[in-house]
């Protein structure tokens, strides 16, 4: 049974949908005024990956993930580019289904806009209104009001004392409550705006997903997912609206991916460590980021560094090198074999895929010492169901820098020195970034080796056997 951290329980959960056999899943995307950066990334590539193993695992799947079209961000950056906000918006729109593509990302079942959905904005503020959620203030604006709905804070886990306590104090605000979040902003000189009841204006950000989740995917769906940064207070706001309007369950399951940190250190612009998908894919091969961002559990931190992609680059050519060596039948998966029952566990347990890249490997070894073309078949197979190995291996092979088995083994097949210390390395980024699956599955391949590693507090030291 495949079990999902549920943010808003705090706890793994079985996952049972609201329809038997159908999933619906609403994941927060991109505001569209730049290129996308290493974040988003990390949520293209982990939602895609979700969404492969629930089809996998049988299920009918509706993806939704949204697009911001229209915000502060957006109406600034054309300003000072001189053009229309429509122009700005296709364009980065376009670089984002580039740069989505070539990370192996399956286009999502529906990508709304924002600037599509106005009216169904206007409505949603409207039962918000009726229903005492919400009010109009003197400045044009409407506010949603916190006091109003029992359950604000329970994502978050922030009571709203202690979310006001640290809340600044606005000087002449026109809202009732410092929490209060704006609803409607009213319309600004040469700035877009829309019809409405409380006159011309446009809708805040937090508004916008609660109704195309609700357009699109109804009043109650099974999962809401996005960057951990969104947790609070977007999704919080997100699920006030929602429930405020509906009298009803939002949304089953929250799931949120880990930041993303740039040699252990926050990525920001103001730190110089911020980084364009472009700018990552012009140094390593998109599969390459994939496999890194996969590597990590979805959860997790994930720290970027040139030596992080350079592992995951070498590890990557280990599994393209078995298939190489052993070209793979294509073969069906019986998910009662030893290899595949263990991958699937593994992605069951949470999506768990460094605990899944270690079968992986293990089948690599396998093929390696058995020359089996259907364990190289199933490696395939089982790759493919996350977005990996799908190049030609040789192709892969000379892109990406060499063969693992000629840089790693002497004339007798033995692991050479070089690659003994270069897997050690491996091993020890793998534990200080907890990702301790991929440790052992090291440890393990040095050991069927004939390599044996002596941990202390000095260090790793190794020796053969």
């Known amino acids: 049974m495949l079990k999902i951290y549920n943010s808003i329980a705090r706890e793994k959960q079985t996952f049972v949908p609201i329809v038997a056999g159908k999933v619906s899943m609403y994941v927060c995307g991109m505001t569209v005024y730049d290129y996308c950066h290493l974040g988003h990334a990390r949520v293209m590539v982990v939602f895609d990956m979700v969404n492969r193993w629930l089809m996998a695992s049988g299920f ?19 300003n000072e580019r001189g053009i229309t906000i429509q122009s700005l918006t296709d364009e ?11 990370l192996g990302v399956l286009r999502p079942d529906i990508e709304p806009r924002a600037t599509m959905h106005i009216a169904d904005m206007v409505t949603m503020i409207g039962q918000l209104i009726e229903k005492g959620h919400a009010y109009p203030a003197d400045n044009g604006d409407v506010f949603y009001s916190v006091n109003s709905f029992e359950g604000y804070g329970k994502l978050s886990g922030k009571s709203l004392e202690d979310l006001r306590a640290g809340e600044r104090v606005e000087v002449d605000s026109f809202k009732r409550d ?14 877009p705006s829309y019809d409405s009841p409380w006159g011309k204006g446009r809708p805040g950000w937090h508004i916008e997903c609660s109704a195309m989740g609700a357009h699109h995917l109804g009043k109650h769906f099974d999962i809401h997912g996005g960057g951990q940064d969104l947790q609070f207070p977007h999704h919080e706001n997100e699920i006030a609206q929602s429930e405020g309007a509906h009298d009803c369950t939002f949304v ?13 250190e926050k990525m920001s612009k103001s730190l110089g460590n911020f980084f364009t ?16 961002i996969l590597r990590a559990q979805y959860r997790s931190p994930l720290n970027y560094s040139d030596q992080h992609l350079n592992d995951a680059n070498q590890a990557l050519l280990r599994l393209y090198t078995a298939l190489k060596n052993v070209p793979p039948l294509d073969v069906g998966i019986d998910w009662q074999t030893p290899y595949a029952k263990r991958f699937k566990e593994a992605l069951d347990d949470d999506f768990n895929t460094p605990e899944a890249f270690a079968v992986l490997f293990d089948l690599a070894n396998e093929a390696n010492r058995s020359k089996s073309a259907e364990i190289s ?13 799908g190049s ?18 002497d004339a007798t097949g033995t692991l050479t020195n070089e690659r003994i210390e270069e897997l050690i390395h491996q091993r020890l980024s793998a534990k200080k970034d907890k990702n301790f699956a991929e440790a052992d599955r090291i440890r393990k391949e040095l050991s069927d080796q004939g390599i044996i590693l002596e941990d202390s507090s000095q260090g790793t030291t190794w020796r053969r056997a």
């Open 60 to 78: 009918d799947v509706t993806y939704v993930r949204n697009i911001t079209d229209i915000d502060d961000k957006i109406i600034n950056r054309a």
């Open 92 to 102: 980065f729109i376009r670089a984002m289904d580039e740069d989505s593509e070539k």
């Open 178 to 191: 410092p929490m209060d979040f704006v609803l409607w902003k009213a319309a600004k000189p040469n700035e």
């Open 252 to 264: 089953n399951y929250w799931m949120h991916n880990g930041f993303v940190r740039v040699d252990d």
């Open 277 to 292: 998908i472009r700018e990552v894919l012009k140094k390593y091969k998109a599969e390459v980021v994939r496999f890194f």
């Open 377 to 389: 078949g199933l490696l395939k197979a089982l790759g493919n169901l996350l977005g990996l190995l």
């Open 392 to 409: 030609d291996p040789l192709a892969f092979m000379q892109d990406a820098g060499g063969s693992y088995a000629d840089d790693s083994t």
